[in-house]
């Protein structure tokens, strides 16, 4: 049954000579339901030595099927069967939004819409060059009430030739406002008289009018692959670097360190964990897309247990806001499998009463566990980034300004001498940013680069306290990260053994930096209201010292919320910047270098279009998130 429906769908649209050689392909599926259509499309591509580069596959549900039953539709086929189990590490926290699955390399992108029908239709931001469609089932009533303004919302996804396919019955109401909407059908199949009556539906978009899109944030048109240079190799700059490259680009990574991730992204050892609000607000709803893309870069690049580990995260709400009570033991996973300290910490947390390192900690405690969640080594992704082919890294190349020279920039070092030479520029640079802008404004004022309508970026410094372990006080660590005040990754794999890692601190780079000692005291009174148990048995530690300290200057903004976007107006703008993410750039980095990405290539969004306005570069400083 798989079988033959997408082949008449791929019949319908064309395919695969449609998408032969293309960059990339859209594909807009207007009912998820049991995820058969998909594996079938991506088995397609996979087996097609013609695929495009890309295949781009959107599709919208009230509510995505359980894994075990997207498994079980599955199973009578060996090769989607095999697809199936390659989606499912990613197949969870599928909440209403939109949500970017990373597949076969990270050629091909399911993009998963969850919610109602019309609402998710008029986010979409991009032209589909094939449509599914599927407005009903005859056991569910998913997506069944289609009207006038539901199929206009379907249009103003469609390109004249957009090809249209169905294989199950729709109405005569919704087939006359398809055609009212300027879809072309064709001509009605029946069966005999005795049987049902089928009608397999074909269609093309091709209105009699010109089309003309009254919508703000219209998509623009794909962006003719060539040449990239970035500015910077840190985290946000590598995974621009790497998002491109993926897509064809070739791009020249530069920066004033001799090795990537010279600056605050060679922190070495963070979380990616997402940020929880009562309202859900963006920049909550923003992190969660942002982790679920980090996560799948980490499993596809980085060696678990060694460059990163999915643990797991306590979010322990010391301040007292709404979270969940502290329940032991924590759900999710074997802790008695958990690489801890010692044997008989991991024997501890295995148990079902609660383990020492909670002592202290009150039973009411809020607390929030975050099952999707990682401690991971930034510069090692930054590396692993940068070694992808299509980029090349090039150190020591502080770039001074910028000179147009025809359909190229040329990037120039102090004295004048050209370091790179590309189409398109994006400034990675966090704080370096601002300054770079206003040169290159300076040398050339009538491009009109917006540097006042960027919001207000700002460095803020930040210590790491670490040591190696010391087997005296092993019992008092938690098996898996603790953040809340500040935070604790209590094993990372470091040259000579493993050490724990607290921190980090906060301090404006407007004032005179603290001495290291004051930062140390700092965490360590964090950790005291974190963990308490663990803040004593450390306490003797930190006196004695010496403890060791790693410390760098984040970027951020007024709001918190990263800068992704054109710095000028023009129909096709070859300056951007993507910065300003603080202390989150492992949740940030790769949604917004996917955004970005997305927007050259007229592709789908990674994330809702009205979630990802308020990243936009030129919104100025007025932009509000919610407290963190």
């Not at 006359?176 to 093309?204: I, K, N, S, V, W």
Request: charged share 15%; with cysteine.
């Amino acid at each position: 049954m798989a079988e033959t429906t997408t082949a008449a769908l791929f019949a319908s649209c064309d395919l695969p000579q449609a998408w032969a050689g293309q960059n990339a392909w859209r594909i807009l599926e207007t009912r998820f339901g049991e995820g058969l259509r998909f594996l079938s499309t991506w088995r397609a591509w996979k087996n097609d030595p013609q695929r495009p580069r890309l295949l781009h596959y959107v599709s919208l549900t009230q509510a995505p099927p359980p894994l075990d039953e997207l498994l079980a539709c599955a199973a009578p086929y060996p090769e989607l069967l095999a697809l199936a189990h390659e989606l499912a590490p990613q197949w969870f926290g599928l909440l209403p939004g939109f949500h970017r699955l990373t597949l076969g390399g990270g050629r091909v992108l399911l993009t998963l819409c969850v919610g109602e029908l019309t609402t998710l239709l008029r986010q979409q931001q991009f032209i589909a060059d094939s449509v599914y469609l599927d407005p009903a089932h005859p056991d569910s009533t998913e997506f069944a009430a289609w009207d006038i303004w539901t199929v206009k919302a379907l249009a103003r996804c469609c390109r004249r030739g957009t090809g249209l396919a169905t294989t199950v019955d729709i109405s005569d109401d919704l087939r006359a406002d398809l055609t009212q909407c300027g879809f072309e059908m064709g001509a009605r199949q029946t069966e005999p008289a005795t049987g049902p009556r089928r009608d397999p539906l074909t269609g093309q978009f091709n209105p009699r009018w010109t089309i003309k899109t009254t919508r703000d944030a219209a998509p623009g048109r794909a962006v003719e692959v060539g040449s990239c240079a970035v500015i910077g190799a840190g985290l946000a700059g590598a995974s621009v670097a790497a998002a491109l490259a993926r897509r064809g680009w070739q791009v020249q990574v530069l920066d004033q360190g001799e090795a990537p991730a010279a600056g605050a992204s060679g922190l070495p050892v963070g979380l990616v964990v997402p940020h929880v609000s009562v309202d859900d607000c963006p920049l909550s709803r923003l992190s969660r897309s942002g982790v679920r893309l980090m996560l799948q870069q980490a499993r596809s690049l980085l060696q678990q247990g060694q460059d990163w580990d999915p643990t797991g995260t306590l979010e322990h709400r010391v301040d007292g806001t709404p979270g969940l009570p502290l329940t032991w033991p924590m759900p999710g996973r074997d802790w008695s499998q958990v690489s801890t300290p010692d044997t008989a910490s991991r024997q501890m947390t295995a148990g079902g009463s609660a383990p020492a390192w909670t002592h202290g900690m009150a039973a009411g405690d809020p607390a929030i566990w975050h099952a999707q969640a990682a401690w991971l080594k930034p510069a090692q992704l930054v590396r692993a980034w940068l070694s992808q082919a299509g980029i090349t890294f090039q150190g020591k190349a502080p770039v001074a300004t910028l000179r147009q020279n025809g359909n190229e920039w040329e990037l120039l070092d102090a004295q004048g001498e050209v370091l790179a030479r590309a189409n398109r520029v994006v400034f990675a640079n966090a704080g370096g940013a601002l300054p770079l802008l206003e040169a290159v404004q300076t040398a050339q004022p009538a491009l009109d680069i917006h540097v006042n309508q960027l919001p207000v970026m700002h460095g803020v410094r930040g210590q790491l306290s670490w040591a190696m372990h010391a087997r005296a006080i092993h019992s008092a660590f938690p098996p898996f990260p603790v953040n809340g005040a500040g935070s604790v990754v209590p094993v990372v794999p470091v040259d000579g053994g493993s050490a724990w890692f607290i921190g980090s601190s906060y301090q404006p780079d407007t004032k005179p930096a603290s001495p290291d000692e004051k930062n140390h005291a700092a965490n360590l009174g964090r950790l005291h209201k974190l963990i308490p148990t663990l803040g004593q048995a450390l306490a003797e530690q930190f006196a004695a010292g010496p403890i060791n300290a790693w410390k760098n200057t984040r970027c951020t903004t007024a709001d918190r919320l990263p800068v992704v976007g054109p710095l000028h107006e023009a129909d096709n703008p070859s300056l951007w910047i993507c910065a300003g993410m603080g202390s989150r750039g492992m949740s940030f980095s790769v949604l917004c270098a996917e955004l970005l990405a997305a927007r050259w290539g007229a592709e789908p969004l990674p994330i809702e279009a009205g979630l990802a306005q308020s990243l936009n570069a030129l919104r100025g400083s007025a932009a509000t998130a919610c407290d963190i």
